[in-house]
């Protein structure tokens, strides 16, 4: 059976001496891998298939073994030909024909299933070329011992694998001890690097250790930059001038002082949304009749409504002002109203107090009523009169359950 293969009795003993004695070993090693991996999910056409890339092989074809790695990749991780051909363009096959299944042992020995080895490899061919013992477990382990272990490991190297390009001791280590200070915990640390693994595939240590310090500089309480790393970890692989300028829009186009407890929630706002689009929402204010100092007012309060998208505010505004009859001045002291859901608590809650107060039965402002928790308010305000308006309590369990 072995002899349609096209290897001679030289080829399988692998005899010291023999011609080309060297590169024979490792088309043996990766032709014993590729036989066992195909035996395991085929039939004996696979013989045949590798009898034909042994025979373009010989016929002159300038990779050898670059076929049968396409193969390794297509039988064993699930690749298409096309996606096989992409990824092993990218290899050298003489050094990773036997290093793959190395890998690919000791990437499923730590938990990865054949499609997160399919997924890190796909982003990152050359994983395949890493010594498992040199080059891949002391980052493995460094990563669990920082607290990213089990299933979060995995979905880790599947979704970031180019961290593992990186210096053990010259990025991850410094980088991973930076995040970890700065963040207060190895829990809320973790957390930022599973929302943003580029933290450690791409950054700049020194980058981020800038940006953290312009936040300090800014008068960032420990927890609020704590809070920043866990809720906003891709903003600290910025440019620090990038950081630097957001700070300074906080307080000129926003006007909050960085003593204010606003700024923090400034600083969100500004890194999310970049001056023209700012510019165009506080129009949107202008023509519902805002002052300027009306939208100061609100600014330095809550500067969350301007995240809202430009429909979404027209609509708030249109609702509270227009239908309600509230006016820009009650709304810019209390802008938290701006910033909740119009149709599942805005329109329902409203109704209800409308309902109410028609009846004689109990009378409560919108603001009170919308800063309330779910369940008080429908304690207080729905559940008590279920039997005496049913079809407002009908109404508003439909209304809040979509």
Known sequence: MLGTTGFSSAQILVIPGSKNYGY????????????????????????????????AETA?????????????FTDC????????????????????????????????????????????????????????????????????????????????????????????????????????QAAGSNQNAAKALKRFGRLLSYSSCKAIENNILLLQEAGLSDDQIQRFIVERPCYLTSKPAWIGNILTRVETDF???????????????????????????????????????????????????????????????????????????YLAFRPVLLKYSLEKKIIPRSQVLKILEENELRACSLFTAIVMSESKFFGEYVLPYKNKLPDMYQKYITSTAK
């Open 24 to 55: 024979r070993q490792r088309k043996l090693f990766f032709f014993i891998s590729t036989y066992n991996c195909k035996l395991r999910s085929s039939t004996g056409s696979n013989y045949y298939t590798t009898a034909k890339v042994e025979a």
């Open 60 to 72: 002159g074809n300038r990779t050898p073994g670059s076929h049968l790695l396409v193969d390794y």
């Open 77 to 180: 991780l699930n690749f298409s030909r096309d996606e096989a051909i992409s990824a092993v363009a990218k290899l050298s096959p003489y050094k990773s024909q036997a290093n793959a299944a190395i890998v690919v042992d000791y990437l499923k020995r730590i938990g990865m299933e054949q499609t997160h080895i399919k997924a890190a490899v796909s982003k990152f061919p050359k994983l395949l070329l890493y010594h498992p013992d040199k080059n891949l477990h002391p980052k493995i382990q460094c990563l669990e011992e920082f607290g990213i272990s089990g299933r979060d490991l995995v979905d880790f190297v599947a979704r970031h694998p180019f961290f593992l390009a990186r210096g053990l001791e010259t990025h991850l280590r410094p980088t991973l001890h930076l995040i970890r």
């Open 255 to 329: 006007g909050i002082s960085r003593s204010s407890p606003a700024f923090y929630c400034g600083l969100l706002v500004a890194a999310a949304l970049n001056k023209s689009t700012v510019d165009k929402k506080l129009e949107i204010f202008r023509s519902y009749g805002w002052s300027n100092s009306e939208i100061s007012t609100m600014l330095q309060k809550l500067p969350q409504p301007l995240t809202l998208s430009e429909a979404r505010l027209k609509k708030v505004l249109n609702f509270l002002m227009n239908e309600l009859g509230y006016g820009s001045h």
